[in-house]
């Protein structure tokens, strides 16, 4: 099968962890299919982690040219190739642009580019090479539009998978502007606008979300309505980079490295807990974990007026500046107990700190998959997570699950039950007979991870899906399916 993948992020260009998704997926689908992924070339061509990453220099694969608007534009079309994954590097004055979603008026211009330049690609290619992919996969709804023209002109397959909900909705107007009223179908109309991702849903011959528990919590708002075409397919996780065999301090036992790591962030020994990631309020909720930090920390939950000494945090990550401040304003008030690291320091970095932490808060909102609470597992550091999402699908709580769990599992949005399941965590740390069940629930995360959420196994459900084999029934239920 030749299996053609649409999207917006692919390493080396990376804003969340849609990069890291269709990264993956790309490689693992390589060993069994022929896969090639399309994506705009966001001015990357000339940078060194291009060339670091990708065959270099790249072909220039064709030259077509688009109209759009009033204008016609030329489009180069680059390819180059990434572990057995054939890249096809979309470029023009539009297409160029360095910022990937910002600011809103670029990004738009360029998804209409885009739309415009895949249909132009394949047309070629069908020329060229005398073949067509047998499907086309789409990622998030930048992408929708392109897969909605290629099933229309070239009767490809498209697939639509939701990384995460974000009901973008364009207006007839700016469709009109850009020469695509074709796009345009009342059915789907709310006034003059129409909701993209609700367009792909019904134009998809497959529709597919990335956690078991996501596509239950939007059922209702979203999913329910393509009842028929739509699965889930969990990611994976890369457990041969996230492994403790690779860290710096590998020779010592876990409690040695936790003091090495603390000490080079001016703390001392203690209880470590770490956040990685985006500083965000709205999914990533690290407002809330600042919040149960701060109540521990006053000692205002049962346990923490003993305990609070021994708490240690240390926030890796930067974003909303308001949650900067926040987090700085903390550090500065509790400095033996907090650091706040608000920069991103790389994936070596990263690994040392999930190597020396005792727990890993992922306090999501809402998380479609997530990679933390994987990558943590993967490096035997214990997460404590909301029961949302790919969180509640992928850790199995020490109280539901006693003799099998890999973590603990709280309500979101819910500062004190975060800070009660912190300190008693903490104090399960601190009580030398818990030890051994400690390790094992360490152990157990990492062989979790690594048996049930591999890149190879979520590509082998990604073809079943490409072949229509996937869908899931109804009634849904509240935890997560069996692995
Ligand atoms: O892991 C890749 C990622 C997810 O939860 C994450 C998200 C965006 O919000 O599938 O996409």
């Known amino acids: 099968m030749l299996v053609s993948m649409a999207t917006f992020e692919h390493l080396p260009v990376r804003v969340g962890g849609l990069a890291e998704a269709v990264t993956s997926l790309g490689e693992s689908l390589s060993k069994v299919e022929d896969v090639m992924v399309f994506m705009p070339v966001h001015g990357i061509l000339q940078e060194e982690?291009?060339?670091?990453?990708?065959?270099?220099?790249?072909?220039?694969?064709?030259?077509?040219?688009?109209?759009?608007?009033?204008?016609?534009?030329?489009v180069t079309v680059w390819e180059t190739e990434r572990r057995g994954v054939r890249i096809f590097l979309f470029s023009n004055e539009i297409l160029d642009h360095p910022n990937v979603y910002e600011p809103r008026e670029m990004f738009m211009q360029k998804m209409v580019h885009f739309t415009k330049a895949v249909p132009g690609l394949i047309n070629i290619m069908l020329k060229k090479?005398?073949?067509?992919?047998?499907?086309?996969?789409?990622?998030?709804?930048?992408?929708?539009?392109?897969?909605?023209?290629?099933?229309?002109y070239f009767d490809i397959p498209f697939i639509f998978t939701i990384h995460r909900l974000c009901r973008e909705r364009i207006s007839v107007h700016e469709l009109n502007e850009v020469n695509l009223s074709e796009l345009v179908d009342p059915r789907y109309l709310e006034g003059d606008m129409f909701n993209i991702e609700q367009f792909g849903g019904h134009h998809c011959d497959q529709l597919t979300t990335v956690s078991y528990?996501?596509?239950?919590?939007?059922?209702?708002?979203?999913f329910s309505t393509f009842e028929g075409k739509t699965t889930y397919v969990w990611n994976g996780t890369d457990s041969t980079f996230w492994n403790p065999e690779f860290l710096k301090y590998t020779e010592h036992p876990r409690a040695k490295r936790r003091e090495l790591v603390l000490k080079e962030n001016g703390l001392a020994d203690g209880v470590m807990f770490f956040n990685v990631g985006r500083l965000d309020t709205e999914q990533k909720g690290v407002d809330i974990m600042l919040q149960a930090f701060e109540m521990i920390m006053r000692g205002e939950i049962p346990g923490s007026d003993?305990?609070?000494e021994k708490m240690r945090l240390i926030v890796l990550g930067s974003g909303d500046p308001r949650l900067e401040n926040e987090t700085r304003r903390l550090e500065q008030r509790f400095p033996e107990n907090m650091k706040a690291?608000?920069?991103?320091?790389?994936?070596?970095?990263?690994?040392?700190?999930?190597?020396?932490?005792?727990?890993?808060?992922?306090?999501?909102?809402?998380?479609?998959?997530?990679?933390?609470?994987?990558?943590?597992?993967?490096?035997?550091?214990?997460?404590?997570?909301?029961?949302?999402?790919?969180?509640?699908?992928?850790?199995?709580?020490?109280?539901?699950?006693?003799?099998?769990?890999?973590?603990r599992?709280?309500?979101?949005?819910?500062?004190?039950?975060?800070?009660r399941a912190m300190i008693?965590?903490?104090?399960?740390?601190?009580?030398?007979?818990?030890?051994?069940?400690?390790?094992?629930?360490?152990?157990?995360?990492?062989?979790?991870?690594?048996?049930?959420?591999?890149?190879?196994?979520?590509?082998?459900?990604?073809?079943?899906?490409?072949?229509?084999?996937?869908?899931?029934?109804?009634?849904?239920?509240?935890?997560?399916?069996?692995?």
């Open 49 to 74: 982690e291009t060339q670091a990453e990708f065959s270099y220099p790249p072909d220039r694969y064709c030259d077509f040219r688009i109209f759009v608007g009033e204008r016609i534009y030329p």
């Open 409 to 419: 599992l709280v309500p979101p949005r819910n500062p004190a039950a975060l800070a």
């Open 129 to 152: 090479e005398q073949r067509k992919p047998d499907v086309i996969h789409i990622n998030d709804w930048h992408c929708v539009f392109a897969g909605r023209l290629v099933k229309k």
């Open 306 to 308: 003993t305990l609070r």
């Open 213 to 222: 528990s996501y596509l239950n919590e939007e059922w209702r708002t979203f």
């Open 341 to 407: 690291l608000l920069t991103y320091l790389g994936r070596e970095t990263t690994r040392e700190y999930y190597g020396a932490a005792d727990f890993c808060l992922i306090p999501s909102n809402f998380e479609p998959f997530g990679l933390v609470q994987l990558e943590a597992m993967c490096m035997g550091c214990i997460p404590i997570g909301s029961r949302v999402g790919g969180i509640n699908d992928t850790i199995l709580d020490l109280h539901d699950f006693p003799e099998e769990c890999t973590g």
């Open 424 to 483: 008693e965590m903490a104090q399960i740390s601190l009580d030398n007979k818990k030890q051994v069940m400690l390790e094992k629930m360490r152990h157990r995360g990492r062989e979790h991870v690594i048996k049930n959420f591999n890149w190879d196994k979520a590509a082998e459900r990604y073809i079943n899906v490409y072949q229509n084999k996937a869908t899931i029934k109804l009634p849904f239920v509240s935890y997560s399916e069996p692995y």
